[in-house]
T-cell receptor
């Protein structure tokens, strides 16, 4: 069964460093998303991406964040200068159509020290 | 602020019984609703989607949607220990999903 994959599973970085989180969405899906979940809190929407551009972003997704689809399979989230409060699980998701089911990857645990 | 509200639990249910999970939402404009299951340290796993008023059954799971009351529920029949997890109610709105905080379900052997 097709699934979303994410790498790395765990990333440790120092405050102020740049990180890139990678995702391979389900191959025939057209809509891509990033969510985050701070430990013990709810899953929060960050950004949606369709047709090579951002379609919606949350207040969390400020200028330190960017997304890219560098080729036909990968979808990346870059955090330019990490802060301690960026420590969280970051989930990539994909969907075959807008407002339809979104399937989540296993997540990347980001720890900022 | 558009919210999805759930009782955080824990909800304890004996093995073999019916677990009933409830959720309310404030955004009347949404047309899609989802239940995700999340095991500790893992990602959300989609178990049910529902788009119209009424009931939708899939195996041991039944989702119920009442748009007039802005209410969504999930019933799990013949609860198993493997059903112990956090259940996330979610509402689809355009390009995103809004999640509730989740209800922790504990199935008692």
């Amino acid at each position: 069964e097709p699934e979303v994959t994410q790498t790395p599973s765990h990333q440790v970085t120092q405050m102020g460093q740049e990180v890139i989180l990678r995702c391979v969405p389900i191959s025939n899906h057209l809509y891509f998303y990033w969510y985050r979940q701070i430990l013990g809190q709810k899953v929060e929407f960050l950004v949606s991406f369709y047709n090579n551009e951002i379609s919606e972003k949350s207040e969390i997704f400020d200028d330190q964040f960017s997304v890219e689809r560098p080729d036909g399979s990968n979808f990346t989230l870059k955090i330019r200068s990490t802060k301690l409060e960026d420590s969280a699980m970051y989930f990539c998701a994909s969907s075959g159509d807008i407002s339809y089911e979104q399937y989540f990857g296993p997540g990347t645990r980001l720890t900022v020290t | 602020q558009k919210e999805v509200e759930q009782n955080s639990g824990p909800l304890s249910v004996p093995e073999g019984a019916i677990a009933s999970l409830n959720c309310t939402y404030s955004d009347r404009g949404s047309q899609s609703f989802f239940w995700y299951r999340q095991y500790s340290g893992k990602s959300p796993e989609l178990i049910m989607s529902i788009y119209s008023n009424g009931d939708k059954e899939d195996g041991r799971f039944t989702a119920q949607l009442n748009k007039a009351s802005q209410y969504v529920s999930l019933l799990i029949r013949d609860s198993q220990p493997s059903d112990s997890a956090t259940y996330l109610c979610a509402q689809g709105r355009d390009d995103k999903i809004i999640f509730g905080k989740g209800t922790r379900l504990h199935i008692l052997p």
